[in-house]
């Protein structure tokens, strides 16, 4: 079964993902340099997927990825180091994608001697530079992972992603292992470096709260697909897909009478592997007509260049903005 999966980055291009888990289809999108894109969805929606295959940590099937303007399967292996080098990912959980063995010395300076940046004494100061720019001692560059809270392990892992010098890095919800009080100093601190450096960021996200200020723009993915696409402040102002309204009622109010966020949605994310016919998100939709369950809709644009995959966008915002009917 053919899947296309397109992503477009830097100039335009596809790629294309595994056949048999449908984790990430027909996406197309494009990323901006020095803007921060953020890609929201249930987990098994395929933003994990999606985010390294844009690293080319996994190999799509076909299609492609397009970077600064060339296909990344074209590039030499030395053209893939600078890739492996311009490119970088944060994961969700930095205690599993931190050497246990390796001191953070070394954890920081592997990259730095991997790209020949920097040798010897020179070496050693870069990776202090790099602990300080984190928010970090360099004082304590000899201790290990385990001997770190959750949130200095996952300023290790941006230091290292750091170390290569990237032009662009992709979170892998960076923040949602963390405690709620630390989540804010993480996101502070990538907001930082950015501006700092001159950074794309790409953050994979489930939660839209985490993500609402910081990024530029929002890909909300639904079973693989990406089903709305737009500026941040118009997707919170004014939801077009039942999806994203969905997500957004879910955003607990913070109030000490009303704890308790809005009930999501009706039943689990159905299984990507035999994803419902027609709209993907018909067994959950409040507003699903029969048409939904025969005809997939395709992601089509909408207002001011935002982007809707639904029949019935249009009808929905006329009889009421944002408001989610009772199902059927
Ligand atoms: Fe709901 Fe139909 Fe729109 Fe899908 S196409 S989101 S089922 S109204
Ligand atoms: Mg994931």
Redesign the pocket.
Known sequence: EGIDLVKHFGGGGLLSSPTIVRAVDGVSLQVKRGETFAIVGESGCGKSTLGRLLLRLIEATAGDVLYEGRSIRSLSQREMRRLRRELQIIFQDPFASLNPRMNVRDIVGEPVALHGLAHGNERRERVDELLRTVGLLPAHADRYPHEFSGGQRQRIGIARALAGEPKLIIGDEPVSALDVSIQAQIINLLEDLKEQFGLTLVIVAHDLAVIRHMSDRIAVMYLGEI?ELSETDDLFDNPL???TQALLTAIPVPSPVNRTPKPLLQGDVPSPTAPPPG?R??TR?P???A??REQH?RLEAAEGGRKVA????RE?QNAGAGSIAAPP
């Open positions: 089903v897909h039942p999806y709209c998100f018909h939709c507003h699903a007509k048409l939904c809709p639904c029949h019935f966008w929905i």
